[in-house]
């Protein structure tokens, strides 16, 4: 079965300073890997995504992902962090084959960013 | 840009009476979704709706609800006799194709009182 881990519930960094959101997934198969991001109140939006080739994605608003194989992690990445992207965080993963269709997605991790 | 949309944004209903939440998938997406999420809790995947059938559903998806895609621009979902505990965010979202990212909606809030 895909499942995905946030191990954090929450990351403070302060304004300036690179950000790390942490994601690892359980594989039966090549996996199709996502980042979400939830502002209050609103849906899930789109920032980013894994399917094939390099292993550095780069997504909006400056966000950068970092396929890692061999330790089944999709680390969220940014170089300097902005009070406007406090918000909630969410890692999906996806098999393309051999396995479920669906997103599944991770408990959500709560950046926060500190003026 | 093109975008999947929910109605209503906010739903209040007393306990046992039926809801239909109303989501219009972006047009020529083909695959579509119903997540929940529970305040405070992680996003739940319902169901998959795909070529007019139901190709996946979750354990919480019983007999309770269902999914409908009407007239080919609508996708509703339809809880029979709600429950406190169905008071959550519903997610519509949809996809193009097998490599491409779902896109969610702004959700409906369902408060069962």
């Known amino acids: 079965a895909q499942s995905v881990a946030q191990p954090e519930d929450q990351v403070n960094v302060a304004e300036g300073n690179p950000l790390t959101v942490k994601c690892t997934y359980s594989?039966?198969?090549?996996?199709?890997l996502f980042w979400y991001v939830q502002y209050p109140n609103r849906g899930l939006q789109f920032l980013l995504k894994?399917?094939?080739?390099?292993?550095l994605v780069k997504g909006s608003y400056g966000f950068e992902a970092e396929f890692n194989k061999s330790q089944t992690s999709f680390h969220l990445k940014k170089p300097s962090a902005l009070v406007s992207d406090s918000a909630l965080y969410f890692c999906a993963v996806r098999f393309t084959s051999g396995g479920s269709y669906i997103p599944t997605f991770g408990r959500g991790t709560s950046l926060i960013v500190h003026p | 840009e093109p975008e999947v949309t929910q109605t209503p944004s906010h739903q209040v209903t007393q306990m046992g009476q039926e809801v239909i939440l109303r989501c219009v998938p972006i047009?020529?997406?083909?695959?579509f979704y119903w997540y929940r999420q529970i305040l405070g809790q992680k996003v739940e995947f319902l169901v998959s709706?795909?070529?007019?059938?139901?190709?996946?559903k979750s354990e919480i998806f019983d007999d309770q609800f269902s999914v409908e895609r009407p007239d080919g621009s609508n996708f509703t979902l339809k809880i029979r006799s709600t429950k406190l505990e169905d008071s959550a965010m519903y997610f519509c979202?949809?996809?193009?194709?097998?490599?491409?990212?779902?896109?969610f909606g702004q959700g409906t809030r369902l408060t069962v009182v």
């Open positions: 594989v039966s198969g090549n996996p199709y």
């Open positions: 709706f795909y070529n007019n059938e139901i190709s996946e």
């Open positions: 047009s020529n997406h083909l695959y």
């Open positions: 894994y399917i094939t080739g390099d292993n």
């Open positions: 979202a949809s996809r193009m194709g097998s490599h491409t990212e779902a896109f």
